[in-house]
Nanobody, 119 residues
Framework: QVQLVESGGGLVQAGGSLRLSCAASGIISSINTMGWYRQAPGKQRELVADITSYGSTNYADSVKGRFTISSTNAKNTVYLQMNSLKPEDTAVYYC?????????????WGQGTQVTVSS
């Protein structure tokens, strides 16, 4: 199993920056993808960015060029650097890990961290 703990959310003015961190524990070697999702009030949870164990990244169109996802060499921490933040980036941000063993694959989610961007 994998457990995730996020940190780094907060309140920032439009145009500012924040960095989110997600620390994974448990069977790290079973993780093949980690990512960040967000959910704004009244909206569905959506993918922001993810990164595979090989380092391939994927971004939502709305954050391309502004956000960067990265991970440590040990693959136990994933970061989301958020620059040029906009009020529409306001949401609860969740870390997700996809981990697999011989029984199949499953998802682990963090508890979420609030990001608020003021105009």
């Amino acid at each position: 199993q994998v457990q995730l703990v996020e940190s780094g959310g907060g309140l920032v003015q439009a145009g500012g920056s924040l960095r989110l961190s997600c620390a994974a524990s448990g069977i790290i070697s079973s993780i093949n993808t980690m990512g960040w999702y967000r959910q704004a009030p009244g909206k569905q949870r959506e993918l922001v960015a993810d990164i595979t164990s090989y380092g391939s990244t994927n971004y939502a169109d709305s954050v391309k060029g502004r956000f960067t996802i990265s991970s440590t060499n040990a693959k136990n921490t994933v970061y989301l650097q958020m620059n040029s933040l906009k009020p529409e980036d306001t949401a609860v941000y969740y870390c997700k890990a996809v981990y697999c063993d011989r029984r199949g694959c499953d998802n682990a989610w963090g508890q979420g961290t609030q990001v608020t961007v003021s105009s």
